[in-house]
């Protein structure tokens, strides 16, 4: 198969780069190793800039007709308190609000929108294991699908599969390690119309939970120390029902809920960077070129910033017939300072907040930084904004606000004058 584009890995970098070069009529061909998008616990936090580029794809109704919930703050239980940290209520823009949006159904609208264009090309089932070279460069790939070997030779070759990238592995990229303190456990408790709504954090000694308000259920995130997994299993399953109860107290009749550790799964936490995120041939977005941290939610943004900008900066020279190493280089210099400010910004909350939490073998009172912003709420749009905004938000072309904007940043005004 010939293509001009060819992507491995359909999350939300690759489906969205290929919409966005289909619609220039690019030739982009994306494979994806499952045959379907149904995998639970993928990231699904949709932030104010990724909305923004949704809306400027004319996607902005069809998302909103999709199961979601909306969230506009955190805030934070310690032993002395709950605090509100971050209101994205007070963002003048035009989605003031986290969106928590099943990745599947993202996906599957984003691939729905793509195959309306004639140049794009989805194979399912089809896992890439190799590169085609020639001459030095990259040429393509070799993918295992249902009906045996398929080899697809592309003028560009996207690399958006992933932390666990297999073409960065094919290339011999070997990324920056940051480390991080922390894994993430994550499950599942249903939820009663009592229990409150939102996002909610508890702190407890050497333990942290993050509650997500999913409607029907909470989708709970619970962070333990590094490496601490086969010590949290060893210690037994009623344990651990009674920690997430004593952190959480109303799941306190409902931690049966979490049958066996087959509900429970692992995200090991990774945080790190490539020094070259391309070679001649292939580029690498997404998380093959940074894993992110699960602080602040901000990978699948991330990735749909990078394909956002690899899209409008490479469609020109992909139609001209002239990418060249330059170009693909213009793609890391456009998307490093975002990737490298977002990543400091989650490395000094690992060791300022949860590596502190995380170690603590007494409760945890609430630091001074996190009381300060719950005392003076306007204080709140700084993280609000550097999590919902991102420090280079990206957009699919020259955009005139629309009257919907408008009239939602006019209302935004209003309540704060009134406030």
């Not at 939820?191 to 996002?199: A, C, F, T, W, Y």
């Not at 300022?352 to 300060?372: E, F, H, N, Q, Y």
Request: hydrophobic share 45%; aromatic share 6%; glycine share 10%.
């Amino acid at each position: 198969m010939d293509t001009d584009v060819c992507v491995a890995g359909g999350g939300p970098a690759g489906l969205v780069l290929a919409l966005l070069l289909a619609r220039r009529d690019i030739r982009v061909t994306v494979l994806e190793k499952h045959a379907d998008f149904l995998r639970d616990f993928r990231g699904d936090t949709v932030h104010p800039s990724t909305l923004d580029v949704l809306d400027e794809l004319g996607l902005g109704d069809r998302v909103r007709e999709l199961p979601h919930r909306r969230v506009a703050g955190l805030q934070v239980t310690f032993a002395d308190g709950t605090y509100q940290m971050v209101d994205f209520s007070r963002l003048e823009v035009a989605h003031p609000y986290l969106t928590f949006l099943p990745q599947w159904d993202f996906l599957e609208l984003i691939a729905r929108e793509a195959s309306t264009h004639p140049p794009f090309t989805l194979l399912r089932s089809h896992e890439v294991v190799d590169l085609v070279r020639e001459d030095g460069e990259v040429r393509g790939v070799v993918a295992r699908g249902p009906e045996g070997p398929v080899e697809v030779r592309a003028r560009l070759t996207v690399a958006a599969d992933g932390r666990h990238s297999t073409v960065r592995e094919k290339l011999g990229l070997t990324p920056l390690e940051f480390g991080a303190p922390m894994d993430v456990l994550w499950f599942r408790v249903s939820r009663r119309p009592g229990d409150g709504e939102g996002l909610d954090m508890y702190v407890g000694a050497g333990r942290l939970l993050l509650a997500i308000d999913r409607g029907e259920y909470w989708q709970i995130a619970y962070l333990i120390p590094k490496g601490d997994h086969d010590r949290v299993v060893a210690a037994g399953l009623d344990a651990f029902r009674e920690s997430v109860a004593r952190l959480f107290p109303p799941l306190v009749d409902r931690v049966e809920e979490i049958g066996d550790w087959e509900d429970v799964k692992v995200l090991t936490v990774q945080l790190d960077r490539l020094r070259r995120w391309h070679v001649p041939g292939a580029l690498l977005i997404g998380d093959a070129a940074h894993a992110m941290s699960p602080v602040g939610g901000v990978g699948i943004n991330l990735a749909v910033q990078d394909a956002v900008a690899t899209a409008r900066l490479l469609a020109g020279p992909l139609l001209a017939r002239q990418l060249d190493d330059g170009a693909l280089a213009r793609v890391q210099a456009r998307r490093a300072f975002p990737t490298a400010g977002t990543q400091l910004m989650q490395r000094f909350m690992q060791r300022a907040l949860l590596g502190r939490i995380l170690s603590a073998d007494r409760p945890v009172t609430a630091p001074l930084p996190v009381k300060l912003l719950a005392r003076v709420p306007a204080l709140q749009k700084l993280p609000a904004r550097l999590v919902g905004v991102g420090l280079r938000p990206e957009h699919v072309g020259p955009r005139a606000p629309s009257s919907s904007w408008l009239a939602r940043r006019s209302v935004v005004r209003g309540a704060r004058r009134r406030h």
